[in-house]
């Protein structure tokens, strides 16, 4: 049974850039959400997507955008990178809107220069 | 707003000895769900044990258990016989069964295991 799976697991970006995050969930999940951790911190929650659609946000800049596919896997998109946006981005996902244990992926580094 | 403390930044303990870390939370709210995730370097957060709010036995996975203090909105996590594998960055998360799928987590508690 494959558990969440993100990629990639490391990235450079040059401040200004976009990146694209992507995430498949836990199989028999349908919600996907998504944390940002920076180093030494909690992880903090920016959004999750259940059928498609964005259903609750973080406190979290429009910069941040993201996107559900039919077979539940997820996207993750910063635009406008900032050198603050370097951080670990990890994946949760779960069953019925995450009203059920949570599940996280191994993350994607992310260092902006 | 919830809010979850972890009051403890860094813990340790001796091999096969016993450790409790510490979390308190703050809400209005009275379905939710309580969890302890464990973070070893490598960074992927592991589930280590969860606890619904209108349970009041405690639950325990093998070495670990929580003592759940609802009224006093308290959820420390005990570790037993601990190991050197144990040695990981410990989260305390809140969620609320009204906002599912929102994980509020604490600052975390670094544990370190002597041998």
């Known amino acids: 049974d494959a558990g969440v799976t993100q990629s990639p697991t490391h990235l450079i970006k040059t401040r200004g850039q976009q990146v694209t995050l992507r995430c498949s969930p836990k199989s028999g999940h349908d919600t996907v959400s998504w944390y940002q951790q920076a180093l030494g911190q909690g992880p903090q929650f920016i959004f999750q997507y259940y059928e498609e659609e964005e259903r609750q946000r973080g406190n979290f800049p429009d910069r941040f955008s993201g996107h559900q596919f039919p077979n539940y896997s997820s996207e993750l998109n910063v635009n406008a990178l900032l050198l603050g946006d370097s951080a670990l981005y990890l994946c949760a996902s779960s069953f019925g809107q995450g009203r059920n244990t949570i599940y996280f992926g191994e993350g994607s580094w992310l260092t902006v220069v | 707003a919830q809010t979850v403390t972890q009051s403890q930044p860094e813990m340790s303990v001796q091999e096969a000895e016993t450790v409790t870390l510490s979390c308190t939370y703050d809400?209005?709210?009275?379905?939710?769900?309580l969890f302890w995730y464990k973070q070893p370097p490598s960074r992927q957060m592991i589930l280590v044990i969860r606890q619904e709010a209108y349970k009041q036995q405690n639950a325990t996975e093998n070495r670990f258990s929580v003592n759940f203090q609802k009224a006093a909105k308290s959820f420390s996590l005990k570790i037993s016989d601990s190991q050197l594998g144990d040695a990981a960055m410990y989260f305390c998360a809140f969620l609320s069964y009204n906002q599912g799928g929102k994980l509020i987590f604490g600052q975390g508690t670094e544990l370190s295991v002597k041998p």
């Open positions: 809400t209005s709210e009275s379905d939710y769900y």
